[in-house]
């Protein structure tokens, strides 16, 4: 959260945006059972993108509560983990309504991870070094489940393996690129291990900021 | 061949690869020349003149210059993954059909069947100029690498892990290669040439390669034959059209239409084919075929017959 | 020496021997490492050459690399963390002197058993990355890759116990007033790095222990045939190595960033930034291990991502490349031998940091590697890089650790020799590369050029031979004559400066106060102080007590390795044919019970310590008894199941699955019996009334070991009996 008003705006206008391309088309047509790297595109969008700027976009109190950091990551890795479970995934490709459940409940899990940071109070925060910690934490995790997805022989999300209607990009994808189900989801798992890393190692970065900025006095000039 | 076989490419693919190869060495070098000129005339320019002189307001940094030489190389490797993303698409295609040629990598020497007629061959690799075609790579032990870098990238040869490749080559030559990855022993005397020749002379070479092996009727040759079968060498080298198919050791149906003897450690001629009969382990040390203990009566028969295989 | 100090050297838990013993062990491998590297420049002076055989030319540039890596570079920069991270912080001595000591003595094991193999029927010759399948029994059957794995393994437990000491210390023995902002730079890499090789040693540990299993047990993780993946060697080994360019290159970086700004006298430009960009390395190095695999054929996918966060590195590094030479901007610069070599690393690093990129860009590295380009590149790192860095270390802190300096004008002559046998040696190498050499051959066909380019590189290795005598010398002779140092012979500003040259046992009479980042120089210009960090503190804040620390930071490490042999679980049972084994093999209805066992020890440990703090020994003597007889269930249980399975004939090397599973139960269970000595050696001492006086650290420290095993065995029950039958 910010103290400045037009860069709260800023953070504000960030999210909608995000959500925008996350929820409007083409994003969201081709994470419907077309391609399930756009789902994670998707995903990610949904679960650390739009919640952290929103959050940064909140009028700066010192004075609101914080939650367990466990509770936080335990929501993060959930967040990641939950949906890819086949049965899971596949079902909120199939039906419309779990997958608004699926698209509310990524915005509700990605707030609880980055409440702990920048949710709470400036006062009620986790200190820099902890927060590192607890986004190295939050990246292992993703991490693991990126490798998983990369390197996995399954199909995670058998959905996306025979589109209802594959629309005009897969078939330009598979003429031109030699585009394949597994590539599809191995660019998914590595959408979520290398991009989604970045977005944590980002924010460490944002921790270290903090951290040095809070020192007695600033050493730069 | 010029100086470099990375700088003088006979495919698209190499060429490809050549191009971003410049971009990258240029940017390197402005980026190393700028460093290095920056380091020098500090050291030149802040020199201590005076004994002990302190430096009484120091900067400890700049807020505005750091950002800038953070965002300066993120611009930088932004280009540079571009380049990297269009030169791998144009110097790798990927493969959208079946294979025309097995190459399967061994312990120390290349085994190449062109899977559409049957020729089976050794260490030499036969293409038609200006044509494409997909190589299938494997192994039959450890890992090894395919490299000849004037047609393309090298690719690794895995047990369990096969992959593909496209060649092909824009002009006739001889172009050689060798494997990449350390492969044990004689990793360095594991090397191969690839012809490219003209259609005509590629059909040519086919078609000769498609015939079994010369039976020799009389003479030396005779007596190297029976040799051939009774010394053991069947049990690893095959001779196509006879009942030996032994595919352990090269294929020796055409060895002597080869150029090279065991994987380029030597030029095949007689009296090298002899020396290597004589003792292959004096000749490649640590190579798979056994010191046969020959005589040279023996030896000069097996290279009078061996002479025959064109 | 007498024979008695020579036995305190052996005994020693003193820091500063031990970093000491560190530095000249180091500096002994250095000479073998060395010599080993002429005997291979030698054979390949000139195409055909026949001074080596190809079986030795390829043990010998084996050993180089392990040796250079694991028996000289690692332990080098260990043993200057040793020796100066207690004294950049005002600490009397490491967190954990014993534990200090027996990392160090894993050092000379280690290289001992590997040097061994030499004479146990030749040394390994696989290379130091030791691919897979070429390490297997098959292709590599003598001993030497046994010796290698052994070593590697000791030596990577010794790396680890120096990591754990460095990172505790760090954490909790700071000076009153230092804050972890405001720490030296090579404490605060020292500390990255020392994190680094917690997270990264651990996946080599698992590899090595993979490939053990497959040679001496005949399991089948890295043969293809057998149905396993020579692939995930490969994946372990690099997910460990490239890491490790980092723990090499990293306190090198932080040798740099104390030397230029004494000799520049100006104090080091953008501190935050240099430390938080280490960070940014570090974090990145641990996600870009695939592109030492872009050749393998992973795919496109693969390749392209992987480009992209190796292009990512280049950002930080250069970060700092811009700020050491910031540093020298404007400052009163003394060119003394220290910062001659810091300043040959900053260029020569620069070039290897820029062939490193060449090779993030896919297509070159297609070329371009595993030839001559790539041992051109690597030594720009590794040697031009952190041995600049090291030797420009040694310059700097010799005085502070021997009292004399070495002398200057030899300091010269081995500065000039070793920059020009560096350079020549190697920056041909990146032509030779380009000329389509491929390295690690013995001898190599007489094309144009090569036989020239070689043997400028031949000459070049001995001119730096040459420059490792003069440096010899000069520590010889001036460790006996050299100019007397003094405290602080360069007007330094960080701590180890404030005490004697060398300093007393016990370190310092008085640390002085810290309030920046330059203490020695507040206290010499107290008109002219740096900008204040920390309040005025009398006394250390209260903090963790380091045993907690440093088991948490040594579970972490444990974790990591679990963590590794699980991802291998995983790998190798996603298909029909290992779920099978799964499904029919295990009883997941018996193993709860002990499960439940092993979860409620858990419980009653906690119950135990609750009792200790509120003083009730009694109830603590209790408690403890009834965790060790459920440690002892669940360990009876677990045999009672590998009873059964071997009845069924699933043993080691019967199917993946079983190699597998008796892989991470084993290790488990192996880790459950070291806690449940270390439990009962806690009811030894609870019987003896040791913890009447209130020091229960220890107690804590185990309690912490046993929670982390349980939490183990949770993510082993649900992975492998809840999750594994249905994979």
Request: hydrophobic letters at 50%; proline letters at 6%.
């Amino acid at each position: 959260m910010s103290e400045s008003r037009p860069l709260r705006f800023g953070y504000l206008a960030g999210a909608a945006a995000l959500l925008a391309v996350a929820l409007l088309p083409p994003l969201s047509t081709l994470a419907h059972g077309i391609l399930f790297s756009a789902h994670m595109l998707q995903h990610l969008l949904l679960l650390l993108g739009v919640p952290a700027f929103a959050l940064l976009g909140f009028p700066p109190t010192s004075a609101r509560r914080s939650i367990s950091p466990v509770l936080g990551w335990a929501a993060g890795a959930a967040g990641m983990w939950v949906w890819h479970v086949p049965l899971f995934c596949n079902a909120a490709v199939r039906s419309a309504g779990i997958q608004s459940l699926q698209t509310v409940s990524l915005l509700g899990f990605g707030a609880l991870f980055w409440w702990p940071l920048i949710g709470a109070g400036s006062e009620r925060r986790l200190a820099p070094l902890a927060g590192v910690t607890y986004l190295f934490a939050g990246c292992v995790s993703c991490t693991l489940q990126g490798i998983l997805l990369t390197f996995s022989p399954v199909e995670i999300c058998s959905a996306f393996l025979n589109p209802a209607d594959p629309g005009p990009v897969l078939p330009w994808l598979s003429s031109h690129w030699g585009f394949t189900p597994a590539a599809d989801q191995q660019i998914g798992g590595l959408i979520m291990w290398v991009p989604a890393c970045l977005v944590y190692l980002g924010a460490i970065m944002a921790q270290f900021v903090r951290w040095y900025g809070s020192a007695g006095a600033r050493a730069l000039s | 061949m010029r100086f470099s076989p990375i700088f003088d490419p006979v495919s698209s693919q190499a060429t490809a690869i050549l191009r971003v190869s410049v971009v990258g060495f240029v940017v390197a070098a402005v980026i190393f020349v700028g460093v290095t000129v920056w380091v020098v005339y500090s050291l030149i320019r802040f020199r201590a003149r005076l004994e002990n002189p302190e430096v009484e307001k120091p900067a400890f940094g700049n807020l505005k210059l750091e950002i800038a030489w953070t965002l300066v190389p993120v611009l930088i490797v932004i280009f540079l993954f571009a380049i990297t993303a269009r030169g791998m698409r144009l110097s790798d295609p990927p493969a959208d059909r079946d294979p025309d040629i097995l190459v399967i990598a061994h312990q120390w020497w290349w085994e190449i069947d062109y899977l559409h007629t049957g020729v089976l061959t050794a260490n030499e690799l036969h293409i038609p100029v200006g044509r494409k075609l997909l190589l299938r790579l494997e192994s039959a032990d450890v890992i090894h690498d395919f490299w000849a870098p004037q047609l393309g990238r090298k690719i690794d040869m895995v047990p369990g892990h096969p992959n593909s490749l496209w060649i092909e080559a824009d002009r006739t030559g001889a172009f050689s290669g060798s494997c990449g990855e350390y492969c044990g022993t004689q990793h360095a005397w594991m090397r191969f040439t690839v012809f490219a020749d003209t259609p005509d002379d590629f059909g040519h070479w086919q078609e000769a390669q498609r015939l079994s092996a010369r039976v020799a009727r009389l003479g030396r040759p005779l007596a190297g034959q029976q040799l051939f079968t009774q010394l053991t060498c069947v049990n690893c080298h095959a001779l196509r059209g006879t009942q030996n198919v032994a595919r352990v050791a090269p294929d020796l149906t055409h060895f002597a239409s080869r150029t090279t003897l065991g994987a380029g450690v030597l030029p095949n001629s007689p009296p090298n084919l002899a020396r290597w009969l004589l003792n292959p382990q004096d000749v490649k040390p640590g190579c798979l075929m056994p010191n046969f203990q020959l005589n040279t009566g023996q030896v000069a028969d097996l290279v009078a017959y061996m002479e025959t295989l064109k | 020496m007498s024979t008695g100090s020579r036995r305190a050297w052996l005994m020693t838990v003193d820091h500063k021997r031990i970093g000491i013993l560190y530095i000249l062990t180091a500096l002994v491998f250095f000479l073998v490492g060395g010599l080993e590297a002429l005997a291979l420049r030698i054979q390949l002076v000139k195409p055909g050459n026949h001074f080596l055989s190809p079986q030795a030319f390829n043990e010998l540039f084996t050993m180089h690399g392990t040796t250079m890596i694991f028996l000289v570079a690692m332990p080098a920069l260990i043993g200057f963390g040793n020796y100066l991270l207690p004294l950049m912080i005002g600490a009397r001595d490491m967190a954990f002197p014993r534990l200090n000591a027996l990392g160090y003595w894993m050092l000379p094991c280690g290289g001992f058993l590997l040097y061994f193999s030499f004479l146990a029927g030749g040394a390994p010759s696989v290379g130091w990355f030791s691919y897979a399948p070429l390490s297997e029994a098959a292709y590599s059957s003598n001993t030497g890759v046994d010796y290698w794995t052994i070593a590697i393994l000791l030596l990577g437990a010794g790396s680890v116990a120096g990591a754990v000491n460095l990172i505790t210390t760090t954490l909790t023995l700071r000076a009153p007033g230092m804050t972890l902002r405001q720490v030296p730079l090579f404490v605060w890499m020292m500390f990255i790095t020392s994190i680094l090789i917690i997270l990264a040693i651990p996946a080599l540990n698992a590899d090595v222990v993979l490939l053990m299993l497959d040679r001496l047990l005949r399991a089948h993780f890295f043969v293809a045939t057998g149905g396993g993946s020579a692939l995930l060697w490969q994946h372990f080994f690099w997910a460990f190595g490239h890491p490790e360019v980092y723990i090499l290159a990293l306190p090198a970086f932080g040798m740099i960033s104390e030397v230029i700004p004494v000799f520049a006298r100006k104090p080091i430009f953008g501190y935050e930034f240099v430390a938080a960009s280490t960070v940014a390395i570090a974090l990145l190095s641990l996600g870009v291990w695939a592109h030492h695999m872009f050749a393998v054929g992973l795919g496109r996918p693969s390749d392209l991502f992987f480009a992209a966060s190796s292009f990512l590195i280049a950002v930080p590094t250069g970060v700092k490349i811009f700020n050491w030479t910031a540093t020298l901007w404007g400052g009163s610069i003394r060119l003394r031998t220290p910062l001659l070599f810091a300043v040959a690393f900053l260029i020569q690093f620069t070039v290897g940091g820029l062939s490193g990129i060449t090779f993030a860009m896919v297509p070159m590295d297609w070329q371009l590697t595993d030839t001559y380009y790539l041992v051109a590149h690597m030594h720009y790192v590794m040697f031009g890089g952190t041995l600049f860095g090291l030797f420009a270390g040694v310059y700097y802190w010799f005085p502070k650790m021997t009292g004399r300096k070495l002398n200057e004008g030899a300091g010269r002559w081995h500065f000039w020799l070793t920059v020009i046998g560096f350079n020549l040696t190697f920056f041909v190498q990146h032509f030779l590369g380009l000329m389509g050499m491929p390295r690690r051959v013995y001898t190599y066909p007489d094309l144009p050029y090569w036989g020239a380019f070689n043997a400028i590189s031949t000459v070049g290795a001995f001119i730096l031979g040459l420059s490792v005598v003069v440096l010899l010398v000069n520590i010889w002779v001036s460790l006996r004559r050299g100019e007397i140092a003094g405290d602080n012979p360069w007007d330094a500003w960080t701590l180890e400066w404030a005490t004697t040259s060398p300093p007393p046992e016990h370190n310092f009479r008085a640390v002085p106060p810290v309030r920046s980042r330059r203490p020695l120089w507040d206290l010499a210009h107290p008109q002219n102080c740096d900008p204040v960090l920390s309040p005025a503190v009398t006394v250390a804040p209260r903090i963790k007590p380091p045993a907690l620390t440093g088991t948490a930071t040594f579970i972490v490490s444990e974790a990591m390795f679990f963590l590794m042999l699980l991802i291998a679980f995983v790998f190798y049972n996603v298909s029909s044919h290992g779920g099978q084994y799964a499904a029919t093999a295990l009883n997941a209805g018996r193993s709860a019970i002990f499960t439940i066992a092993l979860l409620a020890s858990s419980g009653t440990l906690w119950l135990g310590e609750r009792a200790l703090d509120r003083g009730r020994q009694g109830a603590f003597r209790l408690w403890i008894a009834v965790t060790l007889a459920l440690g002892v269930v669940f360990l009876v249980g677990q045999g009672g199941e590998y009873l059964d399975l071997l009845h069924k004939g699933v043993v080691i090397n019967s199917s993946l699955f079983a190699s597998t599973f008796f892989t991470v139960t084993g290790f488990h269970g192996l880790h459950v019996a070291v806690g449940l000595i270390a439990l009962l050696v806690l009811a030894i001492q609870a019987w003896a009334g040791d913890f009447r006086k209130g020091r229960t650290d220890g107690v804590h420290a185990v309690s912490l070991y046993w929670h982390f095993v349980d939490a183990v065995w949770i993510a082993v029950f649900i992975l492998i009996y809840l999750i594994g039958p249905h994979l």
